[in-house]
Nanobody, 122 residues
Framework: HVQLVESGGGLVQPGGSLRLSCVAS?????MAWFRQAPGKEREGVAS???????LYADSVKGRFTISKDNAKNTLYLQMNSLKPEDTAMYYC????????????????????WGRGTQVTVS
C-alpha cells in the first residue's frame, strides 16, 4: 500500500503560479495529477513515469510542467499562467506499472490516491 500526501495548493490571482508536491511513502513507477472542480468529473492533468515519459491534458500544455524525483519518491506540478478555470481540488495518483505507451490520464488506471490539495484562482 502506498500513501500519497499532496501540498502546495492555495489562493492565487489569475496569471500567477503555484507548485504542487506529492510525497509517496513507497516506490512508484507511474504517477499523475488529476483535478476535480465542483460538479465536474475528475480529469487528468499530467502524468509521468520513471523513464520521464510524460503526457499533458490539452488545457494545460505550455503552462504546467510535471516532474518526478525518483530518489525522493516525490511528484511535482509547476503551474504557471493560472486561470480561473484551473480552480479545483488537485489529486496525486500512482500505480506501480509501466504502460506500453505514455502514462495514461485515465483515473481508473491508478491504484493509490492522495486526499488532494485545493487550488483557487481568483
Amino acid at each position: 500500500h502506498v500513501q500519497l500526501v499532496e501540498s502546495g495548493g492555495g489562493l492565487v490571482q489569475p496569471g500567477g503560479s503555484l507548485r504542487l508536491s506529492c510525497v509517496a511513502s513507497g516506490y512508484t513507477y507511474t504517477m499523475a495529477w488529476f483535478r476535480q472542480a465542483p460538479g465536474k468529473e475528475r480529469e487528468g492533468v499530467a502524468s509521468i513515469d520513471s523513464e520521464r515519459r510524460m503526457l499533458y491534458a490539452d488545457s494545460v500544455k505550455g503552462r504546467f510542467t510535471i516532474s518526478k524525483d525518483n530518489a525522493k519518491n516525490t511528484l511535482y506540478l509547476q503551474m504557471n499562467s493560472l486561470k480561473p478555470e484551473d480552480t479545483a481540488m488537485y489529486y496525486c495518483a500512482t500505480v506501480s506499472r509501466r504502460f506500453t505507451r505514455y502514462p495514461p490520464l485515465i483515473k481508473n488506471e491508478y491504484k493509490y490516491w492522495g486526499r488532494g490539495t485545493q487550488v483557487t484562482v481568483s
